[in-house]
Protein backbone atom coordinates (compact mmCIF):
# COMPACT_ATOMS: atom_id res chain seq x y z
CA UNK A 1 0.00 0.00 0.00
CA UNK A 2 1.97 2.97 -1.10
CA UNK A 3 0.30 6.44 0.12
CA UNK A 4 0.49 9.12 -2.56
CA UNK A 5 1.80 12.34 -1.57
CA UNK A 6 -0.13 15.05 -2.61
CA UNK A 7 1.80 17.45 -4.67
CA UNK A 8 0.76 21.30 -4.81
CA UNK A 9 0.68 23.26 -7.69
CA UNK A 10 0.96 26.68 -8.56
CA UNK A 11 -3.11 27.21 -9.18
CA UNK A 12 -3.62 26.15 -5.57
CA UNK A 13 -2.02 28.78 -4.62
CA UNK A 14 -3.01 31.79 -7.62
CA UNK A 15 -6.66 31.12 -7.53
CA UNK A 16 -7.72 32.29 -3.78
CA UNK A 17 -5.85 35.34 -4.41
CA UNK A 18 -7.33 35.97 -7.69
CA UNK A 19 -10.50 35.30 -6.27
CA UNK A 20 -9.74 37.90 -3.48
CA UNK A 21 -8.61 40.59 -5.83
CA UNK A 22 -12.06 39.65 -7.57
CA UNK A 23 -14.08 40.29 -4.53
CA UNK A 24 -12.14 43.61 -3.54
CA UNK A 25 -12.55 45.43 -7.05
CA UNK A 26 -16.25 44.41 -6.76
CA UNK A 27 -16.64 46.34 -3.56
CA UNK A 28 -15.15 49.03 -4.32
CA UNK A 29 -16.66 49.27 -7.29
CA UNK A 30 -19.91 48.93 -5.47
CA UNK A 31 -19.49 51.56 -2.92
CA UNK A 32 -17.95 54.18 -5.31
CA UNK A 33 -20.91 53.59 -7.23
CA UNK A 34 -23.46 53.89 -3.81
CA UNK A 35 -21.34 57.15 -3.22
CA UNK A 36 -22.05 58.73 -6.56
CA UNK A 37 -25.61 58.06 -6.29
CA UNK A 38 -26.01 59.37 -2.77
CA UNK A 39 -24.26 62.54 -3.73
CA UNK A 40 -26.35 63.26 -6.79
CA UNK A 41 -29.65 62.34 -4.62
CA UNK A 42 -28.83 64.61 -1.70
CA UNK A 43 -27.82 67.27 -4.29
CA UNK A 44 -31.42 67.14 -5.98
CA UNK A 45 -33.21 66.78 -2.47
CA UNK A 46 -31.51 69.82 -1.26
CA UNK A 47 -32.22 71.72 -4.29
CA UNK A 48 -35.69 71.00 -3.83
CA UNK A 49 -35.56 72.28 0.02
CA UNK A 50 -35.67 75.72 0.03
CA UNK A 51 -38.54 77.35 -2.09
CA UNK A 52 -40.99 74.50 -0.99
CA UNK A 53 -40.28 74.70 2.68
CA UNK A 54 -40.49 78.36 2.51
CA UNK A 55 -44.37 78.03 1.45
CA UNK A 56 -44.74 75.17 3.52
CA UNK A 57 -43.93 77.41 6.49
CA UNK A 58 -46.05 79.91 5.08
CA UNK A 59 -49.17 77.61 5.09
CA UNK A 60 -48.69 75.50 8.70
CA UNK A 61 -48.07 79.17 10.12
CA UNK A 62 -51.32 80.28 8.60
CA UNK A 63 -53.30 77.37 9.51
CA UNK A 64 -52.13 77.62 13.38
CA UNK A 65 -53.56 81.64 13.03
CA UNK A 66 -56.79 80.62 11.35
CA UNK A 67 -58.92 79.43 14.01
CA UNK A 68 -58.71 82.60 16.19
CA UNK A 69 -56.59 85.29 14.12
CA UNK A 70 -56.85 87.79 11.49
CA UNK A 71 -55.02 86.78 8.02
CA UNK A 72 -54.26 89.71 5.33
CA UNK A 73 -51.74 91.51 3.69
CA UNK A 74 -50.20 94.36 4.20
CA UNK A 75 -46.73 96.55 4.21
CA UNK A 76 -43.85 96.39 7.11
CA UNK A 77 -41.08 99.01 7.12
CA UNK A 78 -41.69 99.20 3.55
CA UNK A 79 -41.93 95.92 2.55
CA UNK A 80 -45.07 93.17 1.87
CA UNK A 81 -45.55 91.44 4.18
CA UNK A 82 -48.36 88.69 5.71
CA UNK A 83 -50.21 89.80 8.48
CA UNK A 84 -51.26 87.46 11.65
CA UNK A 85 -53.16 89.05 14.53
CA UNK A 86 -53.37 86.31 17.34
CA UNK A 87 -54.70 87.59 21.17
CA UNK A 88 -53.21 86.21 23.97
CA UNK A 89 -55.05 87.18 27.03
CA UNK A 90 -55.76 90.93 26.70
CA UNK A 91 -52.77 91.66 24.29
CA UNK A 92 -52.58 91.67 20.46
CA UNK A 93 -49.62 90.31 18.83
CA UNK A 94 -48.68 90.36 15.37
CA UNK A 95 -46.73 88.01 12.63
CA UNK A 96 -44.93 89.56 10.15
CA UNK A 97 -44.15 87.44 7.24
CA UNK A 98 -42.17 89.80 4.28
CA UNK A 99 -39.35 89.50 2.24
CA UNK A 100 -36.40 91.34 3.32
CA UNK A 101 -33.16 92.13 1.22
CA UNK A 102 -32.37 88.26 -0.45
CA UNK A 103 -34.64 86.61 2.64
CA UNK A 104 -37.90 85.65 3.73
CA UNK A 105 -38.39 86.69 7.44
CA UNK A 106 -40.63 86.21 10.36
CA UNK A 107 -40.93 89.12 12.93
CA UNK A 108 -43.43 88.14 16.04
CA UNK A 109 -43.93 91.57 18.03
CA UNK A 110 -47.10 93.12 20.50
CA UNK A 111 -49.40 95.34 18.84
CA UNK A 112 -48.27 99.19 18.94
CA UNK A 113 -44.63 98.29 19.20
CA UNK A 114 -42.09 99.56 16.88
CA UNK A 115 -40.14 97.79 14.93
CA UNK A 116 -38.03 97.77 11.54
CA UNK A 117 -37.56 95.27 8.90
CA UNK A 118 -34.11 94.38 10.40
CA UNK A 119 -35.32 93.24 13.35
CA UNK A 120 -37.25 89.75 11.90
CA UNK A 121 -35.69 86.47 12.42
CA UNK A 122 -34.53 85.05 8.95
CA UNK A 123 -36.52 82.08 7.84
CA UNK A 124 -34.31 81.47 4.76
CA UNK A 125 -32.30 83.25 1.85
CA UNK A 126 -34.10 83.73 -1.24
CA UNK A 127 -34.08 85.77 -4.75
CA UNK A 128 -37.49 86.43 -4.89
CA UNK A 129 -40.98 86.16 -2.75
CA UNK A 130 -44.54 87.60 -3.78
CA UNK A 131 -47.68 86.95 -2.14
CA UNK A 132 -51.40 88.43 -3.53
CA UNK A 133 -54.80 87.57 -2.21
CA UNK A 134 -56.81 86.08 -5.03
CA UNK A 135 -60.16 86.02 -3.07
CA UNK A 136 -61.44 86.75 0.18
CA UNK A 137 -60.65 83.65 1.41
CA UNK A 138 -57.52 82.67 -0.95
CA UNK A 139 -53.75 83.82 -0.67
CA UNK A 140 -51.11 83.23 -3.09
CA UNK A 141 -47.74 82.95 -2.53
CA UNK A 142 -44.20 82.76 -5.06
CA UNK A 143 -40.82 82.53 -3.84
CA UNK A 144 -38.19 81.66 -5.88
CA UNK A 145 -34.65 80.36 -3.88
CA UNK A 146 -31.09 81.48 -4.45
CA UNK A 147 -30.74 78.64 -6.70
CA UNK A 148 -33.64 79.82 -8.75
CA UNK A 149 -35.85 77.27 -8.11
CA UNK A 150 -39.31 78.56 -8.61
CA UNK A 151 -42.42 77.10 -5.76
CA UNK A 152 -46.06 78.54 -5.59
CA UNK A 153 -48.60 77.30 -3.01
CA UNK A 154 -52.46 79.18 -2.60
CA UNK A 155 -53.43 78.79 0.83
CA UNK A 156 -57.12 78.83 1.71
CA UNK A 157 -58.23 80.61 4.80
CA UNK A 158 -61.06 79.11 6.78
CA UNK A 159 -61.95 81.10 9.29
CA UNK A 160 -63.51 83.63 7.36
Given at each position: MGFRLKRRHMIDFIFPIALFFVFALSALTLILLSTQIYQSTTENSSLQYTARTGLAYISEKIHQTD???????????????????????????????????RNLKEL??????????ADGRTILEIRNF???QISENLFQFDCTDKRNKASSAIIGIRSR
Open positions: GDGRIYLDTFDGCDALVMEQTYGEDTYLTYIYASGFIRNGVEASASMK
